[in-house]
């Protein structure tokens, strides 16, 4: 059992001696690895999105695509030391700290040991480097393309969000240590934004009424928000979430134009007559994340008490999708300076953002349980589950 009776999660003090010295000398070192190669990837996508939009020409070789290559080969390369160090303590019969990476699992009939979430990020830098070859080959055949919506791209972007819910899995595992909270925080941040990259393929989809890309951001939104919510259960982090997701899309909304058109300059490429001033992948983050948040707490924690049950979690993951959609369409027609979907056209959208919206509660509720599962349990939770299972034995005498 990894958390304790109550549901409660470890306290937020300090980490047991025992494993405190091993742990801060060694274990945040790859973890906050693992999320800068996430946030490189993160920030590389909107460069290499707006590379496309306000210049156009590339090659497989340029700048944001190399720091898109780092980011993904600098998160890999640290889940693999991880793994490679957890797999010789165990030959050497040493004891493994649970709270780098969670409970070593073993790979390859036990050839390995791998700690949970360092496997997840490893795994989704794996599928990065594969798909990144079938990327090279689909652009010799058909040329460079400026879609999302390709095969390898889908695989490259599905590859790359693996990586980061490693990097999630990897904080929430050190969760009695301080450099944690922060963790945790920043990789739920990088999560989400570079999750919301996938959902421009959408438009590749004929919704009839329905617009696809604004359905597929408030699932997701909803979806990480209450894996968020669900997790962290203190207003104060689950603010500090929301916070520092619209600090990221600031940083992003003066990043990418800039880069990009620095880069152009560089390389003597001239820019686009209509460059928009919006750059894409910041204006598609939802700026009512820091509302729908703190509104999320408030309904689970008023009416589920920290725990709602799957009709509670539905019916506020409902009532987030309306907001998130709601607010999403209100969002674009400011930022892009259009006019409001039309009485008749609103509605579909809308309705389809509450139904997926009440799935996505469904599901980000029993995604926080399994996240909450990865946390180990303390040696006083231990002792207490240890007394409990072996209490009916001793009845039974």
Known sequence: MTVAADGALPARGRAPASVRTATVSRGWIPAFLVLLGAAFSLTAASWDIQWHIDVGP??????????????????????????????????????????????????????????LGYLVSGAGSAGFLLYGLFDLWWHSLYGFDAVIASPPHIGLILSIALSMVGAVMVFAAAWAHRWARLGVILAFTVTLAFSLVAT???????GGVVDPVSVGVTFLTVLVVFMAVGFLRDIRLVLGFGIVFAAAQALLWWFSPWATRAYAVAVGLPMRDYVSPVPLVPAEMPMSLPAVAALTWWAVSSVGRDRPGRLVASLVGGLAGLVVTVC????????????????????????????????????????????????????????????QASAPSQEGR
Not at 79 to 102: C, F, H, K, P, Y
């Open 58 to 115: 590339d090659t497989f070789f340029t700048l944001p695509h190399l720091v898109l290559y780092a980011g993904s080969a600098l998160s890999g390369l640290a889940s693999l030391a991880v793994v490679l160090m957890t797999t010789a303590a165990r030959r050497a019969d040493r004891e493994v700290d649970t709270t780098i990476g969670g409970r070593a699992v073993p790979v390859l009939g036990g050839t390995f040991a791998a700690p």
């Open 200 to 206: 421009q393929g959408l438009a590749e989809i004929d």
């Open 328 to 387: 999403g369409l209100t969002q674009a027609s400011l930022v892009y300076r259009s006019t409001l979907p039309t009485i008749g056209e609103m509605p579909p959208t809308v309705v389809a953002g509450v139904l997926v919206g009440a799935l996505a509660g469904f599901l980000g509720r029993r995604f926080s349980a399994m996240l909450r599962a990865v946390v180990p349990a303390t040696p006083r939770e231990a002792s207490a589950a240890s007394q």
